[in-house]
């Protein structure tokens, strides 16, 4: 009996040896087939007339469609990928205005419009999940805080994206802990910049209606030293609701920066931001202070990674900030007029150090939601030089954005 019942085991382990990963593998396949099914299909289309006059130089018309098609897979045991390509292409003749890059697209005397012909992987990335800790591998869209250091230009029609290695931890309650490796930044302009970048940003919300964050951001470009740079900072940010009709919101921010490795100038710079904005009705009032410190004129405080077109006018005549510094004085008022939003900027811009006064710009935007998916805004920058170094400049936007 015993040799039986031993021969039944023999036997049943052998079977169970041969059908386990047949069994284990029709259990992965059914999970990775149910992965892919609850995936989801994105498309994204953006079509922009930008009109732009800059100083002395040509009329620059730009009717430009940005189309993007993507997927991302449902979870598979805590994997997650997700590819999207992407491409911008001009309708009117592309020599109706000029890029930075690439050169075969600059047409010199022209205003520049920065949206340049090209198609590119806009991201292709891996993730993993366990309990409180994300793990992403690839090329990936970063953007820390309101986007004034580390940023994905989104407002561009190909944006900044980055390739790189990030985790994000939340295991202690209202903390948010963000690591970043960036060994290669993809630009607007499809160019792709060798990096060696550190980013440390931790944030708490454990406060009622409030965020404190500190951050380190070691940037470094091994092939364009001039750009590598060192900061540390720290924001307060906040919003209260007085009450169903009044609401108010903060933010106070310092930033210190200095030379990355191999930079060929020895600098220290600071940051300074204190804006206040309240809400009332449907109108809101804002006042803001921003500070890109210099030192001495030797090297304003940069920010190689931003989203600068959100700060300091749409007109970008700062996108790289003067050796002397930026000092940025301005006003928002803004009214939603129905279902329109519409928002009113004024700057006025002066450098940190040698009392230049380098203009004031007025800025306005309009939006509305045409349906779920589907939104139509307006914008118009205006720029008046009071400095012979910066050049008068008008820009007008038109944009339909389809989202899905």
């Known amino acids: 009996m015993r040799i039986k019942i031993n021969i039944y085991i023999k036997n049943g382990l052998l079977a169970g040896a041969i059908l386990y990963p047949a069994i284990e593998n029709t259990y992965a396949e059914s999970e990775l087939e149910k992965a892919l099914k609850d995936g989801k299909a994105s498309a994204d289309a953006r079509l922009r007339y930008e009109h732009a006059e800059v100083g002395s130089l040509e009329e ?18 805590g994997f997650k990928a997700f590819f999207e390509a992407e491409d911008t292409t001009a309708i009117n003749d592309d020599e109706d205005y000029s890029v930075p890059a690439p050169s075969d697209q600059k047409v010199p005397g022209t205003s520049i419009i920065a949206d340049p012909e090209g198609t590119q992987i806009n991201r292709a990335w891996l993730s ?3 309990t409180d800790t994300s793990i992403k591998l690839g090329r990936q869209r970063i953007y820390l805080d309101n986007a004034r250091f580390i940023g994905n230009v989104g407002w561009r029609q190909s944006e900044q994206t980055y390739d790189a290695v990030s985790l994000t931890n939340n295991s202690i309650p209202d903390t948010r802990l963000f690591y970043g490796y960036l060994d290669q930044k993809n630009d607007i302009f499809y160019n792709y910049v060798e990096m060696d970048t550190h980013l440390i940003n931790l944030s708490y919300s454990g406060i009622p209606n409030n965020t404190l964050t500190a951050y380190g951001y070691l940037i470094d470009f091994p092939g364009a030293a001039v ?9 307060a940010t906040g919003e209260y609701s007085i009450d169903d009709n009044l609401s108010l919101n903060y933010r106070i921010e310092y ?5 990355g490795d191999d930079a060929p100038v020895d600098y220290e710079a600071d940051y300074y931001h204190l804006s206040v904005e309240g809400a009332c009705s449907g109108f809101s009032l804002g006042v803001g202070y921003e500070v890109l410190g210099s030192d001495d004129g030797k090297a304003g405080f940069k920010t190689p990674l931003a989203t600068v077109h959100a700060f300091n006018g749409f007109a970008d005549l700062f996108l790289s900030t003067p050796k002397d510094g930026l000092e940025d004085i301005y006003v928002v008022a803004g009214y939603k007029f129905g279902p329109v939003p519409v928002k009113l900027i ?3 811009f002066e450098s940190d150090e040698g009392g230049i006064d380098y203009g004031s710009e007025i800025d306005l935007v309009a939006s509305y939601k045409i349906s779920q998916n589907t939104t139509v805004l307006a914008k118009y920058a205006n720029f008046e030089s009071d400095w012979i170094g910066k050049p008068d400049v008008d820009r007008f936007w038109l944009q339909l954005h389809f989202k899905y």
């Open 60 to 77: 620059a018309d730009a009717l430009t469609i940005r189309t993007r098609l993507g997927y991302g897979t449902g979870d598979f045991h």
């Open 128 to 130: 993993y999940s366990y």
């Open 227 to 235: 750009n590598s740079v060192d900061i540390t900072g720290v924001s």
């Open 255 to 259: 930033a210190y920066q200095k030379e």
């Open 346 to 348: 004024y700057h006025d």
